[in-house]
């Protein structure tokens, strides 16, 4: 008897098309939802990304004719701060050009805006990076690539055996954007979500590091 109620009912709600366009619409309503906001997320992305492309180049041009973030890479002298000299290996002369093997090799220099992250006093940690230099380029950057945080921005400035023995420093600069910085629609239901996009670089050789 029981069973023959159950299947009645079963039948009963087969049959019954009442509500039947609501419930396809809220199947198909939540996987819309997620496609738009998906393409809405790479469209984001894919703008975003090109931002801090035109950023970096912006910021590399300024790179090359300002003095290095990195303060081992510079002097002060009476008239003001100029890049170091680079010294020539045992049998060179001043003057011989580096690609030769004229010229001690220089560490690469990496300066990461994690390395200012304010202690507890507010006050920024000593290193070997100059803040104001730093936020000069990084400012630069932040005008193309909307909501970038400072941790997300790094410099280096890398020895390629460019220049000659005695003379001035002329390095490779690097300037990288981290893609965590990127708005993220989709955190707004899953904190946990992530986008992966390359990390955006530009290269530059320095020009004038010293004006």
């Keep these: 008897m029981m069973r023959a109620r159950i299947r009645q009912m079963i039948g009963r709600f087969i049959s019954n098309e009442r ?4 419930l396809e619409y809220v199947i198909v309503f939540t996987p819309l939802m997620l496609l738009i906001l998906l393409i809405v997320q790479v469209s984001i992305a894919y703008h975003w990304a090109l931002s801090a492309q035109k950023g970096l180049e912006m910021a590399a041009r300024l790179a090359a004719v300002t003095p290095p973030v990195s303060t081992s890479l510079t002097v002060q002298t009476g008239l003001g701060t100029r890049v170091i000299n680079r010294t020539p290996t045992s049998g060179a002369s001043v003057g011989d050009a580096c690609y030769l093997g004229a010229c ?19 006050t920024i940690p ?5 803040f104001t230099r730093f936020k000069l380029i990084y400012d630069e ?6 909501s970038l945080e400072l941790e997300d921005f790094a410099i280096a400035y890398e020895d390629v055996s460019l220049g000659n023995a005695g003379q001035t420093y002329v390095p490779l600069i690097v300037l990288a954007v981290s893609p965590q910085s990127m708005p993220m629609i989709l955190r707004m239901f899953d904190t946990s979500v992530e986008f ?7 290269t530059i050789v320095a020009e004038d590091l010293s004006n």
């Design 19 to 22: 509500g039947a366009a609501s």
């Design 104 to 122: 001690e090799t220089i560490a690469t220099s990496v300066c990461n805006g994690s390395a200012f992250a304010l202690r507890d006093d507010e």
């Design 126 to 130: 000593d290193s070997d990076c100059d």
């Design 141 to 146: 950057v932040d005008r193309f690539a909307y």
């Design 196 to 202: 992966e996009i390359p990390e955006i670089l530009a």
